[in-house]
């Protein structure tokens, strides 16, 4: 090689390791800035039937106090008016004013249960614990209508919707066509703007008899769910948060001030102290928002369907976009702590 041919070729080189450098270090950075955005969040509930929503409603809060989640609205897949009062009032107990929600009407369970108006009643030192803004009255969108005015506005492939109650408002959003927000109908708009969906239904354990309540309320619901749903969906089935029992010390002894925090009176309006209730709702909120922190094992890829009287099917399938969670058997205290953690915003909670 000649001298001249040999500097060029060792220009060359430098200069192509200088750009290799270059791009490396816009990756990081894009990396970097990546995990640095909340994740836009989405969360379907029905606040009002057992107390394992509040559970999950106050992790997303606290997930959002550290700047990992945004928030973007609460719709509520049961059908009584207090619920609004209830979301609304606690999220403002939580410093979150206005936050956007939605409401099925004319859904399932139209009953308020236990704690969700006795919360809403309960005085201490003749002050409410509670303080909503809304109600129907301040006309609060079918839910719906909301997800996809939330979705039209975010960027394609980025939020992560979690569905804890009944499927009511999935069904209604996949059915949804042309509105004033988006020019796309239900399963388009889902398929360019949801990255994950999370949802606490369906039981996958082998030799189960029992049916999921949140499946078979609104069984219609369900079956379009997995039928239609274009993206990715996780499910954490009722037998996983039944494994990991949320802890009534944690209750008792992680609040400061409990007997004011409308989580700790809403817990114990739901049933006589001391009872530890199964984390199902929270199950699938923490996958949700770190499915990469290794707490959970996954199933293999495939396809759910609900048969005729509820059942979720699970058959394996390479080209399926349906996992379902399973808890490892060593790492159930750490689930827990996790948890339990994310509920109180506590790194040592005081619960054992």
Known sequence: MKLADAATSRKGASVSLICSMVLLLLSGCAQQQSK?????????????NDIDDVLALQMLLNYEKEGTVNILGITISKSNPRVIEYADGYCLF????NMPLGYAYNGVNPEPYRYVPATLDTLVNGEK???????????IPEGYVLQRQLLAAQPDHSVVMIVVGPQTNMQRLLESGPDEYSDLNGVELVSKKVRLLSVMGGLYTKGSNLLDWNIVQDLKAAKTLFEKWPGEIV??????GNDLPYPHQSIVNDFTEGHKHPLCISYKLYAPMPYDRPTWDLTSVLYAIEPDAGYFDLSGFGTIAVDSVGNGIFTDHPNGKHRYVKVPGNKKKMILRKMVSQVTGKREPMYQ
């Open 36 to 48: 640095d955005i909340p994740i836009p969040v989405i969360f379907d509930t029905d606040i009002g």
């Open 94 to 97: 939580n410093g979150r004013k």
């Open 129 to 139: 614990v509670l303080f909503p803004q809304r109600s129907l009255a301040n006309d």
């Open 235 to 240: 499910v954490s089935g009722p037998e996983v």
